[in-house]
């Protein structure tokens, strides 16, 4: 799913989201770095870019996210500017993933796919716990489980996330019988490869 996404955002200076009223612009990802071997002369190297950016409604944002909220409009140094355009750089954060996110709170259900790989799965998830925006992707999160069979080393942490009980206990009870499985199976080649000792 991540290619998909960047052979439509091929510029890192286009947004690939941009909501129609939007009054914030999130830039995602690391900053600019040259694509220089080691030894070669930055200078001659075209740049990387790494990031990406999303034009999005900040109320929309903060109102799916207390994460945004607070950083939006508690008087932190991404709060909206008095003049300039209003951009938030998260240089730490994973623009593809982001994405599902940004997409989903603006309402573009459509734009998110029924399947995810795992590394997409894992780096999507970090995300939502990071900016707790679980409740918006909370029937994604168990149809990507659900129905992607790979993923279901990730479920006990899906459940965590979106709080439903019954998956993480059914997940916790069976790695414990599995783990009481092979510890007996343990048990008992031990005692089969033990050496035998002549009674008496």
Known sequence: MWEFLKQKAVSSTA???SEYE???TLVVGPPPQPDNQPGQDTLSVPTKHESRRFRVDSKTMATVSDVFDCMLFSGFAESKPAAEPWVVNLPDDNPWAMFFIVATAHGYSNYIPDCLGTDELRIVLH???????KPIL???LQKWISEC???QSLSQDVAWLIGHEKIFTDHVKAHCENARIDALIKKVDG??????????
């Open 15 to 17: 947004e690939i989201f």
């Open 191 to 200: 005692f089969l490869t033990s050496p035998m000792r002549a009674p008496g």
């Open 22 to 24: 939007g009054d914030l």
């Open 127 to 133: 995300l939502i716990e990071k900016y707790a925006v």
């Open 138 to 140: 909370a029937g994604w």
């Open 149 to 151: 069979p790979d993923h």
